[in-house]
Each structure stands twice: as structure tokens, then as C-alpha cells.
């Protein structure tokens, strides 16, 4: 799980004790989120590197480090226990368990000085240094303190309706999303999820559907739009929405989706970057795949999974899907470009490959006043860009990095 995959909360079905999960997930989330720090660790207490093969060695030392330098409260000797028994039952760590053990009391010694390590660690130089000239300084700080509190649950409200508001102990942030800053129960548990009266989608996420302004009624094309969060805000405005991915199961998780919410769209799977319409669409929205590091606050892991070399071949793929949105567009027509990236080659820079390579296309710029209660994400060019650092609606709790274009075609 810390070597390679994706992370994803424990469910039920993993640890049946709700404790258990609770417990699992903070040691889960603190070794993820430190990552960069017990990096610096690992490499100063391991003198010859990470042996290699060496089976579950490396998950259970991140685990303990964790635990014994971030989480004090949890007490050092079930982190060093634990952690030698854990080895010890692996065939393919058992041999490393003397070592695990002077490791770990090796952390312990110096704990209290690993434990005010910088926050500088927490980010890899492979996207430090490029969000550090886009961004500054003030908001790099932010992204470290929004990476380690992680993010809060938010909403987006099919009907407005401050009862369910209340019943749901949340709080509105900007227009129809709605935030929950606690939650003691599973998303399927809260109020109002099985009658579907609101979507999971994070604050940032929501921004480019509303952009769209277009009559309601207008036929709308959503491109890689599994699954389905901006289908749903699309639908709700009252356009008559084609939505369209690649792949087959998250068109299902789609569908199911839109079923909940009793919403309903004419569903294509297929390939958006050669997807050929009867006839052109009014609006176009594409949320295209990104490094979606802009999502690191709920999977801490992308900034250390991502490479330059991704980055650069999802800038090539967005391009493709780019050119073939503005030939599903009709004339007059809106087009959103969307990525839940940090990176401005996938943001930024695509607008200006996008203003020179697909002529007839002009830039249609978001004003502040369309997004009443976080202005500042409005640039100058009047291009969205949102960080996990700031404070949509002046809510603590950040929001995911999304960058957003609009375009009309001539
Ligand atoms: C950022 S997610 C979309 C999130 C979605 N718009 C929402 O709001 O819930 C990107 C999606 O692009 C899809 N995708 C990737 N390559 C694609 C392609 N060539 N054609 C169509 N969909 C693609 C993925 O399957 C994934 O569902």
C-alpha cells in the first residue's frame, strides 16, 4: 500500500472494529502525508539504503517511524513490538527483524529531534521547485499545512435546504457546495444519501460546471466525465447532457450515480479523443486525466507517484482530447477545459497551445463576480486557478489545485 498504490480509506469491510479502522487510518495517512520526512529519516538511520526484496520490511518501518516520531500519544512500545513481531512473520522480512529492531530504537532516541524536522521535506523537489516560482512562498507553506491536515467532506447540494444543512452538521462554502468539517460515519450514512440529494465533490471540482452559462436546455457534451460529479451539476442546471468515458466500470459507478440522484443522461462509452457527434454540442465540458496532483491533500501518495516524465505524457494526451472537444463544438459554442493538476504545463500552458493550434477558438475570461467568495482564484487572464492553500468562502480546510479555462468558439 506505501510502495506503490494508490491509497484509499479502510472500509468496513477490511476491519470490522470501528476503532481498529480509526486506528489503521491514522497511521496510514500520517506515514503517507510524512512521507518526505521519513524519507529523511530512513536515509539517516539505514546506512546502506532500503535492502532490496525484502518483502512487508519497508511498509512496517514507515508504519512504526510514523508512529514513533509523529504519533507520541500512541506510545513507542507497540510501534517497536509490533513492528519486530510483524517482520519476524514474514518469511521474506524475517531476517531483517534485528535490524528493524535497532532502527526503531535508534528513531525512538532521536525522536524528539526527528519530530521538528522542516516542512519543506513534505513535498518533493520534482514539484516544489515549479509550484514555488507559480505559486510563492505564502502559499507553498499552505500546501504543507493542507497535505498534512488532509481535507474535509464537501457536498454539492441537488436542492438547497438549510434543515439538511443543519442534519448534516455542515456549513455552505460557495454556491451550492456545502462542507462538513467532522465526520463520525461513513458517507453512505449521512443524512440525505440514499434519497440523493447531494453528491460528493470537492469544492475546486465544482467550479467548472458552473462556467458553462449557457441556455438551459442547450445540449452539452461532458468528456471524460466518470464519475459523474459534474454530470449531475450539468443536469441540474438543465442542460440535456451526453456523458461520455473510456472506461466501462466507472461509467457503471456512473450510472449508479445518476441513479441515486434520479438524474438521467444519455450515457456513450468511448474514446474522447476520437469520439465523432451526429451533430456539434452547445457547451463541451473537459475534465481531463491529469497528474491530478492538485488532489494531495485526499491521496497524499500522488506527489511522490508522479514523475516529470507523467506529467509530460499526460500534457500530450490532453492535447489530443483538447482538439478533438473543439471538433464536437458548434459554433458560438462553450468549451471548458479542466485538470485537478498543480502543474501550469497542464493548466496554462495548454491555453496558449490551445489558442494557437485549434484556430476559430478564443478565450471567453471567468470574471470575479461569477465566483462570489473566492475572487482571488480568478487570474488576470481571467483563468481559474485554486491551490489546497486557500480558503474558499473563508473556510479553514483548503480545497483541491484546479485549473479551469473557458473558451467559445467563433
Ligand atoms: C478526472 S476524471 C473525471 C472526473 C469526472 N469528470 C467527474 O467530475 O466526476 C478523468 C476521467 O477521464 C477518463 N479518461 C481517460 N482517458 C480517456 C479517454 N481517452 N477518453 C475518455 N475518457 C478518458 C477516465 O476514465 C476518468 O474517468
Not at 474522447?272 to 491533500?297: E, H, N, W
Not at 483538447?322 to 497542464?346: H, Q
Not at 470574471?367 to 481571467?382: F, N, P, Y
Request: some cysteine; proline content about 5%; aromatic content about 6%.
Amino acid at each position: 500500500m506505501l510502495a506503490g498504490e494508490n491509497f484509499s480509506a479502510l472500509t468496513a469491510a477490511d476491519l470490522a472494529d470501528g476503532r481498529d479502522r480509526a486506528l489503521a487510518n491514522r497511521l496510514i495517512t500520517t506515514a503517507l502525508r510524512r512521507q518526505g520526512q521519513l524519507n529523511f529519516i530512513i536515509h539517516a538511520l539505514l546506512d546502506k539504503g532500503m535492502p532490496g526484496k525484502s518483502g512487508t520490511f519497508e511498509a512496517v518501518l514507515r508504519l512504526s517511524l510514523a508512529q514513533l516520531v509523529f504519533l507520541p500519544d500512541l506510545g513507542a512500545h507497540s510501534a517497536l513490538f509490533l513492528a519486530v513481531e510483524a517482520v519476524k512473520r514474514d518469511p521474506k522480512a524475517r531476517h531483517l527483524a534485528g535490524l528493524t529492531n535497532a532502527v526503531l530504537r535508534s528513531a525512538q532516541a532521536n525522536s524528539a529531534k526527528f519530530s521538528m524536522l522542516s516542512d519543506d521535506l513534505l513535498i518533493p523537489e520534482t514539484f516544489g521547485d515549479t509550484w514555488l516560482e507559480a505559486y510563492g512562498e505564502e502559499a507553498i507553506a499552505g500546501f504543507s499545512g493542507a497535505l498534512l491536515a488532509g481535507a474535509p467532506l464537501d457536498l454539492t447540494l441537488k436542492d438547497t435546504d438549510s434543515d439538511l444543512i443543519d442534519s448534516l452538521g455542515a456549513e455552505p462554502v460557495i454556491a451550492d457546495t456545502v462542507r462538513i468539517e467532522q465526520r463520525d460515519r461513513p458517507v453512505e450514512a449521512l443524512p440525505g444519501y440514499s434519497e440523493g440529494r447531494w453528491w460528493v465533490q470537492d469544492t475546486a471540482s465544482a467550479i467548472p460546471a458552473r462556467l458553462l452559462g449557457l441556455a438551459a436546455g442547450s445540449r452539452v457534451l461532458d468528456l471524460c466525465a466518470a464519475p459523474g460529479g459534474k454530470t449531475a451539476q450539468l443536469i441540474k442546471a438543465g442542460y440535456q447532457v451526453t456523458a461520455l468515458d473510456s472506461d466501462a466500470r466507472r461509467m457503471e459507478r456512473l450510472k449508479e450515480n445518476l441513479t441515486r440522484l434520479d438524474y438521467s443522461a444519455e450515457l456513450v462509452t468511448a474514446d474522447a479523443g476520437t469520439y465523432a457527434p451526429t451533430s456539434p454540442y452547445k457547451g463541451v465540458l473537459l475534465d481531463a486525466p491529469c497528474s491530478a496532483t492538485g488532489t494531495f491533500r485526499r491521496h497524499p501518495e500522488v506527489v511522490w507517484h508522479r514523475s516529470v516524465a507523467d506529467v509530460a505524457g499526460r500534457v500530450r494526451l490532453q492535447r489530443a482530447l483538447l482538439s478533438n472537444a473543439f471538433r464536437c463544438l458548434d459554433a458560438g459554442g462553450v468549451l471548458i477545459y479542466c485538470v485537478c493538476s498543480l502543474e501550469p504545463a497542464e493548466g496554462e500552458s495548454q491555453v496558449e497551445w490551445a489558442l494557437q493550434n485549434l484556430p476559430g477558438l478564443e478565450l471567453w475570461p471567468v470574471e470575479k463576480t461569477e465566483l462570489a467568495g473566492l475572487e482571488s482564484a480568478v487570474t488576470d487572464k481571467g483563468l481559474v486557478r485554486t491551490h489546497p492553500g486557500m480558503a474558499p468562502g473563508g473556510r479553514d480546510g483548503g480545497m483541491d489545485g484546479f485549473f479551469v479555462a473557458r473558451f467559445r468558439r467563433r
